[in-house]
């Protein structure tokens, strides 16, 4: 046994529950010790003047750990004089291990070093971090002239495979540093990042000092943490398990906060190092990149996908700026350069306050933004997100122990809403069907605000963590603004946003009894749709493999089971009379279908109620209002045959896009029709005398004042979708949904008039329209009819020429 082992034995004896600074220069000093002692023994006299051992990688840089390896390199004056003394070699090495040591070593010539091999990119690497430990000293200053000039030339090589190393690092840890177990050597924000950052450094030559030195805190509590993770252990594992956690943290849940504040610091100037570093690319990627920089504005300039304010002292006279900074990157997806992220860490730490008022309107717009993730991502890194959302810093950096979550409860809130993102531009066939409900569903936006908040009750509180978050969502929507019914949704969402997970593996939907009752509580198809899509961000939030197959079909079977039942439910299930109510009001709610008091708020039924009792003055009331990018029509009348067809008709002949609809009748012959539509042509907002003419024109159409198909006649068609995108038309009749009327299922090619010629081919086989919901995604209509005919079910016959008619309308 080697006299060397007691040293190293002293070195590593030390136990867990003993508090040992970080000396990592000293233990280096110690084991460099070894190691020239073991070379004079067994190298230096076979070797003389031809070889000079040099320390690399982290014992170059003199940043040793009790179990990392003993990086060396052995530089030799020719591969032959290595291979003549080759039992030398062996000898040394065997010492060190005999000592306890764990040598990685390498033997390389001065020309083998100086030459840039892509299978072994590593050896140049290590070579920034080299110096001689004992041996040939002329051999060694050969290497120091020659390494500069090499490096130099090899540059940019270097530099892509180090950034390529990263990348795929950093993607193995899904790219964020909230990891419950995290490795504290290799996962984002980690040691390897602070080591990357003076690699880059060398290659540029310019090191980041600057940089370095306001990480030092950072660096000295990983580099203590890592340490006593190794005397813990043993061994070289850098995890800082749930056990380790417990046992090197007086106050595990402060000491893991401390360790993703001292994380964030490092990845984010890791990130900003790397941006600094990447190439701007060929010449194709540049024009492109040139071409992206004319979306900037009068606020907000675009450089390599980086977004920069034009004017950076008007953040502390303008508030409201970072909430329009946010929204320019939710519209458009890029990132904030550093010098932006910096500005507005310095606001945030100043204490600035975000004005309150229009808060909700600009949450909302900001969430119905295709790229609403990468901004609340971004609004989280720069605690802009507390400012706007003070609950928030009860679930920032929690850690919840519960052996399936991977995440810290903000990380893995996060995930849910980019996994939604990810969804939209997936193209995995069992997502497909995921993603077009994603399409399909409306107010996108409250289905992330609901995950916003569906966790923040975990930051606290004695209760059950739903009935936890949903108290401080209330409080939270009333804050900002939110609308009743609004407020409504997100609170059910956030309320039972673990109610699908249960159902679907712990019932059996396929029960009638079982489907009937679920159905029920959630009390609206659209509810459904939202719940849904948040139980699968929910799930895929976990972790990355937590979504499995498995599960998908499960969720998905649960939704067409219970969206079955409700379909059903949309004719069958009417208001009856309430003695509680006020007898007018009663008798208009009468015979409406319980979704319209599900789905509308107290002020949306009174303004209706309100409406209704206009009607003896004009025969129609309408409301036609502007609000979030869209318009809403609702009309009160008394029904009539081709009443929903005409509108829908007078709508297109407009040129508007009918987004959504819904038409109910009650017991009296009185119908509700409410349509949302778009302008995509502007019409209404550059022409806004035009509206009052739209209006006058819808009361003329509903009582039959004006022909609608005569304004439709001649209009242009529009241009199609490409082959690709075309939808196949698909229509569908069913007669068990309902014992007193017929289900119609329409999916087809949008396009302007279709719902007339719908609706209106329905009216001419002599169906009345009992309920109608509509849906338009793009250039795919969702339509649902519930039809009568002479007060009961379609009969077959009227059915096959009903058919036959929309299919001649779908196929032109």
């Not at 840890?173 to 504290?184: A, G, K, M």
């Not at 060929?282 to 504005?297: E, Y």
């Not at 849906?775 to 039809?787: G, S």
Request: glycine content about 6%.
């Amino acid at each position: 046994m080697s006299v060397l082992t007691t040293e190293r034995s002293e070195l590593s004896s030390s136990g867990s529950d003993q508090t040992i600074p970080s000396d990592l220069a000293g233990r280096a000093a110690r084991v460099e010790g070894m190691v020239v002692a073991a070379a004079e023994q067994h190298l230096l006299t076979p070797f003389g003047s031809e070889i000079a051992v040099l320390a690399v990688g982290g014992f170059g840089r003199c940043e040793l750990f009790p179990h990392s390896d003993i990086d060396l390199l052995l530089l030799v004056e020719s591969p032959e004089k290595a291979m003549a003394e080759r039992d030398a070699i062996a000898h040394f090495l065997r010492e060190l291990w005999d000592s306890g040591l764990e040598p990685s070593h390498s033997v390389h010539t001065v020309d083998e070093c100086c030459q840039l091999d892509t299978a072994n990119v590593q050896l140049t690497i290590s070579l920034l971090s080299q110096r001689l430990l004992c041996g040939g000293a002329a051999l060694h200053q050969r290497l120091a002239q020659r390494l500069p000039e090499f490096i130099r030339l090899q540059r940019r090589p270097v530099t892509t495979h180090l950034l390529r190393l990263a990348e795929t690092r950093h993607a193995k840890y899904q790219s964020t540093i909230y990891h419950l177990e995290p490795d504290v050597k290799d996962s984002p924000g980690g040691i390897r990042d602070l080591h990357l950052i003076s690699w880059l450094g060398g290659l540029r030559g310019a090191a980041f000092e600057e940089a370095l030195e306001s990480l030092k805190p950072a660096r000295a509590f990983l580099a203590d943490l890592r340490t006593k993770l190794h005397l813990r252990i043993k061994r070289d594992d850098n995890r800082l398990t749930y056990h380790a956690q417990d046992d090197l943290f007086p106050d595990p849940e402060g000491g893991m906060r401390e360790y993703y504040r001292h994380a964030r610091e490092i990845y984010r100037e890791v990130k900003r190092v790397i941006a600094q570093s990447e190439e701007p690319g060929s010449g194709m990627l540049r024009s492109f990149l040139d071409w992206r920089s004319r979306l900037s504005n009068s606020e907000f300039t675009v450089s390599r996908e980086k977004v920069l304010l034009r004017s950076p002292q008007m953040l502390a006279s303008d508030l409201r700026l970072p909430l329009r900074l946010m929204q320019f990157v939710a519209r458009h997806g890029f990132a904030l350069a550093p010098d932006t992220e910096r500005r507005l860490l310095e606001l945030v730490r100043s204490g600035a306050t975000i004005p309150q008022f229009g808060l909700w309107q600009d949450l909302k717009n900001l969430l119905s933004l295709p790229y609403a993730a990468r901004a609340l991502r971004m609004m989280h890194e720069t605690g802009l997100l507390k400012l706007i959302l003070p609950e928030w810093s009860r679930i920032e950096c929690l850690v919840t122990r519960d052996f399936y979550h991977r995440y810290t409860v903000d990380e893995h809130t996060l995930v849910t809403i980019e996994s939604l993102e990810q969804l939209a531009h997936s193209k995995e066939d069992d997502r497909t069907r995921f993603r077009e409900l994603l399409a399909e569903t409306p107010d996108l936006y409250l289905l992330r605000i609901a995950l916003l908040l569906h966790d923040i009750g975990k930051g606290g509180g004695t209760g059950e963590h739903a009935t936890e978050s949903t108290r401080i969502s209330r409080e939270v929507l009333a804050r900002l603004g939110a609308d009743e019914v609004e407020t409504a949704t997100v609170l059910y969402l956030v309320d039972q946003h673990i109610a699908l997970s249960i159902l679907m593996t712990t019932r059996d939907l396929h029960d009638p009894e079982v489907a009937r009752r679920a159905a029920q509580g959630i009390g609206a198809i659209e509810r459904l749709q939202l719940l849904t899509l948040l139980t699968f961000a929910d799930i895929s939030g976990v972790n990355p493999t937590a979504m499995t197959p498995w599960r998908m079909a499960q969720l998905w079977g649960a939704y067409r089971a219970l969206s079955q039942e409700l379909t059903r439910e949309l004719d069958t299930d009417r208001i009856l009379p309430e003695p509680s109510v006020d007898a007018a009001k009663a008798s208009f709610l009468e015979g409406f279908p319980t979704r319209y008091l599900r789905m509308h708020s107290a002020a949306e039924v009174d303004l209706h109620f309100a409406m209704y009792s206009r009607l003896g003055e004009a025969g129609a009331a309408v409301e036609m209002v502007h609000s979030g990018g869209f318009w809403q029509l609702t009309v009160v009348s008394r029904d009539r045959k081709g009443l929903f067809a005409d509108l829908a008709g007078t709508l297109a002949s407009f040129g508007m896009n009918i987004l959504k609809a819904e038409a109910l009748g009650n017991a009296h012959g009185v119908i509700v029709d409410m349509l949302r539509f778009s302008d995509p042509g502007r019409r209404l907002e550059l022409n806004p005398e035009e509206v009052p003419d739209l209006r006058l024109l819808i009361e003329r159409v509903v009582r039959g004042e004006e022909s609608v198909a005569k304004r439709l006649k001649g209009r242009p068609a529009p241009l199609p979708p490409s082959r690709r995108g075309l939808v196949a038309p698909a229509l569908r009749f069913d007669t068990a949904a309902s014992s007193r009327a017929t289900l119609l299922e329409v999916v087809a090619q949008d396009r302007p008039g279709l719902l007339f010629d719908l609706a209106r081919a329905v009216s001419e086989a002599g169906c009345n329209i009992e309920v109608v919901l509509v849906n338009t995604e793009a250039h795919k209509a969702l339509d649902v009819f519930y039809l009568t005919h002479s007060g009961g079910a379609v009969p077959a016959g009227v059915r096959d020429v009903l058919r036959e008619s929309l299919l001649r309308i779908l196929t032109v």
